[in-house]
């Protein structure tokens, strides 16, 4: 049965995109197979795997109004062992759309329950918001990860997402756990990033992996290519740190 991770933190700009598409990547590369559900209506982790994400018939906007099922928007197998359930910019509507509509936090998961069972990892990137389709995201998955930027500013807002995760947990799904936090864009040459590094890990009663994804130039270039950086840039320092990640979380599911 797959372990379904959401890839979630309100604030824009702090990898979660980079995360979803080079995560799943790499734990594709390591022999697992991986299903990347894009929830955010920009698309970017669709774009990321090469998708055009304009000329899609069906996408995750269609499935949660219930127009298709999940098999019919799975494009499969996009890279080796990674299909994806793409988005794009009608996904903008589904929140005026759910208003009103019975249980519609439950409908990702319930969608999921087709095709869990087919996957090791399901890994869900989530909207820079606490909207709809995050809480969405939240009550379908197993665990959720933050990424967090390292910056003066990390901190803040984190207390707002863990908010948000126990209220998921406590209301809508008891099995949701926080995965935990993945430092991202991190600078060795400043001090502050060091700084925000420990901060964190003083301040925070959350699991920290020891992996940290460095501010690396071909990561940043790899989306504009439609590839993962394990296939634009197999040997790049950003590669390797999502492949260290990706050990980090298959060992966590084995514990």
Known sequence: MGRIIAIANQKGGVGKTTTSINLSASLAAKGKKVLMIDTDPQGNATSGFGIDKNNLENTIYELILGE??????IIKNVI??????????NLAAAEIELIGVERKEYI?????????????????????????LTVNAMTA???????????????EGLSQL???????????NPELDMEGVVFTMFDSRT?????????????????????????????????????????????????????????????????
């Open 108 to 132: 990702l998961r319930n969608e999921i329950d087709w095709v869990k069972d087919s996957y090791d990892f399901i890994i869900i990137d989530c909207p820079p918001s606490l909207s709809m």
């Open 191 to 255: 001090n502050l990033s060091n700084q925000v590094v420990e901060n964190v890990k003083s301040n925070l009663q959350q699991n920290v992996y020891k992996t940290i994804i460095p501010r690396n130039i071909r990561l940043a270039e790899a989306p504009s290519y439609g590839m993962p950086i394990q296939i634009y840039d197999p040997k790049s320092a950003g590669a390797e740190a999502y492949m260290l990640l990706a050990d980090e979380v298959i060992s966590r599911k084995d514990h």
């Open 141 to 155: 998955a197993d665990t959720v990860l933050v990424p967090i930027q390292c910056e003066y500013y990390a901190l």
């Open 162 to 172: 863990i908010h948000t995760v126990n209220l998921v947990k406590e209301r809508l």
């Open 68 to 73: 298709c099922s999940i098999q019919d928007c």
């Open 80 to 89: 080796e062992r990674v299909s994806v359930l793409p988005s794009n910019v």
